[in-house]
């Protein structure tokens, strides 16, 4: 099975000037957890998630009406084009313990974007065992950051 057959093709986007507070409403109003950052061309330039809000803007005392999306971003964004084999992005997931990958074209657009939920709904090439052993991964990365 390739990424297209499972990826949520209706992203939002946001460009690296938006004010965070206008990132959150966005992430509210559509029910995400992340918005790829694009710049002027439409190109994928970095990725925010509901916790770097939290962690780099809410939790530093930023004022999120003030504070733009390239000051938050996560700038070495993960991604995957649209004919991987999710077994392949499976494995970018585990790899960079991230629970979503942008997925763009050759001319670096986000076109969608594949989440770990999207795996465990399409799991008959991986298996629930193997979405939650690349679960398990990211949180034990994270579990470890954070006890350090």
Same mark, same amino acid.
């Given at each position: 099975?390739?990424?297209?057959d499972?990826?949520?093709?209706?992203? $939002? $986007?946001?460009?690296?000037? #938006?004010?965070?507070?206008?990132?959150? !409403? +966005?992430?509210?109003?559509?029910?995400?957890? @992340?918005?790829?950052?694009? *710049?002027?061309?439409?190109? %994928? @330039?970095g990725? +925010?998630?509901?916790?770097? %809000?939290?962690?780099?803007?809410?939790? $530093?005392?930023?004022?999120?009406? /003030?504070?733009?999306?390239?000051?938050?971003?996560? !700038?070495?964004? @993960? #991604?995957?084009?649209?004919? *991987?084999?999710?077994i392949?992005?499976?494995? !970018?997931?585990?790899?960079?313990?991230?629970?979503?990958?942008?997925?763009?074209?050759?001319?670096?657009?986000? +076109?969608?974007?594949? #989440?770990?939920? *999207?795996?465990? /709904?399409?799991?008959?090439?991986?298996?629930? /065992?193997?979405? $939650? #052993?690349?679960?398990?991964? +990211? @949180?034990?990365?994270?579990?470890?950051?954070?006890?350090?």
């Amino acid at each position: 099975m390739k990424v297209k057959d499972c990826m949520c093709n209706d992203v $939002c $986007c946001v460009k690296p000037e #938006t004010k965070i507070n206008e990132v959150a !409403k +966005i992430m509210s109003q559509n029910h995400i957890g @992340c918005v790829p950052v694009c *710049d002027q061309n439409n190109c %994928i @330039c970095g990725i +925010i998630t509901d916790r770097d %809000i939290l962690l780099r803007s809410v939790a $530093c005392d930023k004022d999120t009406c /003030q504070t733009t999306a390239s000051e938050i971003m996560s !700038k070495d964004v @993960c #991604t995957c084009n649209e004919s *991987d084999d999710i077994i392949n992005a499976e494995s !970018k997931m585990a790899n960079y313990q991230v629970r979503r990958l942008p997925v763009c074209d050759q001319d670096n657009h986000v +076109i969608g974007i594949l #989440t770990l939920g *999207d795996l465990a /709904q399409n799991d008959e090439q991986l298996g629930k /065992q193997q979405v $939650c #052993t690349t679960i398990d991964e +990211i @949180c034990n990365c994270h579990s470890n950051k954070n006890a350090e």
